[in-house]
Structure formats: structure tokens, C-alpha cells
């Protein structure tokens, strides 16, 4: 399977908002169709908000010019803890991929695209919480599990 992960802009939000709702779909969280497209076009304007001021960036996967999956985090700058020493954190969410597309290794393409730029923007730790089918993605993406979630540590602790 051939795809190819960019990073996602402004003019990609109505797409990542259509996986996001296709995500909790999934997961039940979203009663019927018109629940779902209202929380679609909810979540457009707050997508584009965020994705302008850099507190949210995203990946989408395509293959044959197809979106095929999609991941984002949140970017914050976060206190300390007697645990660790605070900084810039990715808190990793809405990683989906559409089922016919799943097992290519495409959500491990976006994860370490996902290291990768909290690398390169200096954060210190990335963290999610993981559901079952994904929590061996991030396993071998080298992510620890905690009680609640799962993190990576990128710098200092």
C-alpha cells in the first residue's frame, strides 16, 4: 500500500472534522447521523482556530489522492510536576483510520511524524490517551503506559 503523510493546514479542516466525527462514530459516542454531521460542522470553525495558531497541528495519510487517516495533538506549554520538569507537550488525539486501510502501518507513519515535529519544536513529552486497538501502535512507537494514558518523553524529565 502506497500512501503519503503531510501535515495539515487551514483548508484541510472540514476533512479532519469529517474523520474526528467518523472517529467517535465509531467508538459510539455520537447518537445518530444528524448528531454526527452537527458535531462535524460544530467542530470546523474551532479547527481552523486552532490550526491557524499553532496550537493544534495535525497529518493526514493519503493514498491515491485519498484521505485515508488522520492524527493531531494539542500543543501546550505545561507547569511542572514533582514527576517531571513541564515544557512544551503534544497531547496526541483523534489518530483514525478508515477500516479498509487499517494494518498498513499508516497510524505508526503518523506517530512518528508526530515525534518527529515535537522534536523539532522542542517539546518534552507526547501523551494520549490510548483505546485498545491502538494501544499497541503506540507501544512500539515506544510510548510507556501510565494509569490513565500512555506517554513518550522526548527531553528532559
Do not use: C
Not at 20 to 43: H, P, Y
Not at 62 to 75: H, K, L, M, P
Not at 76 to 81: D, E, G, S
Not at 127 to 133: G, H, P, S, V, Y
Amino acid at each position: 500500500m502506497e500512501y503519503r503523510i503531510r501535515r495539515l493546514t487551514v483548508a484541510d479542516a472540514a476533512e479532519f472534522a469529517r474523520f474526528r466525527m467518523l472517529m467517535f462514530q465509531e467508538m459510539g459516542e455520537v447518537a445518530d447521523a444528524a448528531a454526527a454531521e452537527d458535531f462535524r460542522r460544530r467542530t470546523i470553525p474551532h479547527l481552523e482556530t486552532v490550526i491557524a495558531n499553532g496550537s493544534f497541528v495535525g497529518w493526514l495519510a493519503e493514498a491515491d489522492g485519498v484521505v485515508v487517516a488522520t492524527g493531531g495533538a494539542n500543543v501546550f506549554l505545561r507547569l511542572p510536576t514533582p514527576k517531571d520538569s513541564g515544557g512544551r507537550d503534544f497531547y496526541l488525539l483523534n489518530m483514525y483510520t478508515l477500516p479498509d486501510y487499517r494494518g498498513f502501518g499508516i497510524a505508526a507513519a503518523i506517530v512518528e511524524a508526530a515525534k518527529a515535529l515535537a522534536r523539532e519544536q522542542g517539546a518534552n513529552r507526547i501523551w494520549l490517551a490510548a483505546t485498545d486497538a491502538g494501544r499497541s501502535v503506540y507501544a512500539k512507537a515506544g510510548f510507556v503506559p501510565t494509569e490513565s494514558e500512555m506517554q513518550f518523553y522526548l527531553g528532559e524529565r
